[in-house]
């Protein structure tokens, strides 16, 4: 094995022992990059000799751009951290770019004084960071990886087609249509509390140790959920249903609650997945515009303690300027993760953006819309209205982009959404109204009467 001298403390070492910094030009030991320190040319911070690694080598022309760009301060020894705010590299392709770091005369002098006072975070903050603008137009953040415009669209639009963990076409089993007119695949999850679990580590159970305490009923599994209080188990069914096993579905948890008197409390909520496999981003933006009409209402039906919860929280920041921008998958993937959810995007199931009352991270990791708002409820005719009037939000999604084979009537009932939620952008009708529209009178009077009660408690 190869040995080298360490450029700090002049010990021979083996290869395995020593990083090699292109940002100083030499080898440095492990225990030399871990204890000893010196001070950034540029920006002053005082840190270790690792910092002066970088986790992404450059090529050699790179370094030398680099190292010029600095040069011109009389900076020699630069830290990662001023590195790596001067370019970005796409981790699919070769592109790389860097920023203009032609400092004017008066930030030449702003950073001698700060450098003087080590207020190494406002050089970065002041002179670096607006000249990264030019890099965020350019590259885009995804999990670990920075990736160009180019790159991003192809992840996206990749992820769309092949969700991370998409369920096989063997798993959407059909059904007839004689109880209900639910023609779209659901999940359903609901939460509720069992005295039977109360005394236990429900964490140590698994599906089958469940259903020994409390006789999970028919299409469900019973699974735990760590945001849940002492007892809380999540009731899932156990593959995606549709029409009349959705009822039956139904029926089975009212024989379960009948039996077992769950309780439920704040922790609790119903949570609705629909199967999204065919909304691509006209679809998806259409879904974001009938939500932004109707989901201040929607909380309006919900207690308190649901409405400011944050594993449903609102689209209240998108505007419908940034919906009318919208021309591709990527572009809304961007909005949804970026604007809505105020997170970066990446293709874990825990990500922060499916914490939405509206959950679109879903699409990109099940194939799924996942509807977050309702309460933990034992009420299981609230959960089918519930099922019923999301089912009708998707529906109308849907209808809004459809072009062909259409009747007379499918043919107003759209030009009538479009019309209210895209053209109008609501002003013409009131949320009663536009809840009716959606889903007919029971929904509407379902949303009603939610908060004719709410309002009596509150």
Not at 211 to 236: A, C, F, K
Request: glycine share 4%; net charge negative; aromatic share 12%.
């Amino acid at each position: 094995m190869n040995t080298y001298l360490c450029g700090e403390c002049d010990n021979v070492y083996e290869e395995t022992f020593l990083a090699y910094s292109q940002l100083l030009d030499y080898q440095i030991c492990h225990n030399c990059s871990s204890t000893k320190c010196r001070d950034c040319d540029f920006c002053g911070e005082t840190v270790y000799y690792e910092n002066f690694t970088l986790r992404i080598p450059l090529t050699d022309e790179e370094i030398v751009k680099v190292k010029e760009m600095f040069a011109k301060y009389d900076c020699e020894y630069i830290c990662r951290a001023c590195i790596h705010s001067v370019y970005r590299r796409c981790d699919d392709c070769p592109s790389v770019d860097f920023i203009d770091l032609n400092l004017s005369d008066d930030e030449i002098y702003l950073r001698g004084e700060w450098y003087q006072d080590e207020r190494w975070n406002r050089i970065r903050n002041r002179i670096l960071e607006p000249r990264k603008a030019y890099l965020l137009e350019k590259y885009n953040v995804y999990g670990s990886c920075h990736y160009c415009n180019d790159c991003y669209d192809n992840v996206v639009e990749s992820t769309a087609i092949n969700p991370t963990r998409s369920l096989r076409i063997e798993d959407f089993k059909p059904s007839k249509n004689d109880r209900n007119n639910i023609k779209r695949h659901v999940g359903i999850e609901t939460e509720m509390l069992y005295d039977e679990l109360r005394d236990m580590d429900v964490s140590e159970l698994d599906s089958y140790d469940i259903e020994h305490y409390i006789d999970t009923p028919m299409y469900w599994d019973g699974v735990y959920d760590g945001s849940l209080s002492n007892g809380g188990v999540e009731l899932r069914t156990r593959r995606p249903i549709v029409g009349d096993d959705i009822s039956v579905a139904i029926d089975s948890l009212r024989s379960n609650i009948n039996s077992y008197m769950p309780e439920v409390d704040d922790s609790c909520g119903v949570h609705i997945h629909f199967n999204a496999l065919d909304f691509g981003y006209v679809e998806l933006k259409n879904l974001l515009y009938v939500m932004k009409g109707i989901e201040h209402v929607i909380y309006k039906s919900l207690p308190n303690n649901r409405i400011a919860n944050r594993y449903c929280k609102s689209i209240d920041s998108l505007n419908y300027s940034d919906l009318e921008k919208v021309d591709s998958i990527s572009s809304l993937h961007k909005l949804y993760y970026n604007k809505i959810a105020d997170t970066i995007p990446d293709s874990h199931h825990y990500n922060g953006a499916r914490y939405q009352g509206l959950n679109l991270h879903a699409r990109f990791f099940l194939g799924t819309i996942e509807f977050r708002y309702h309460e933990g409820t034992t009420n299981v005719d609230n959960i089918m209205s519930w099922i019923n009037l999301c089912n009708w939000i998707v529906d109308a999604s849907k209808m809004m982009s459809m072009e062909k084979k259409l009747s007379r009537e499918q043919r107003k009932w759209r030009d009538k959404l479009r019309d209210t939620f895209i053209y109008s952008k609501c002003i013409k009708t009131t949320p009663i109204e536009r809840i009716a529209l959606i889903g007919g009178r029971d929904s509407a009077d379902y949303i009603s009467e939610r908060i004719s009660k709410n309002s009596k408690i509150q």
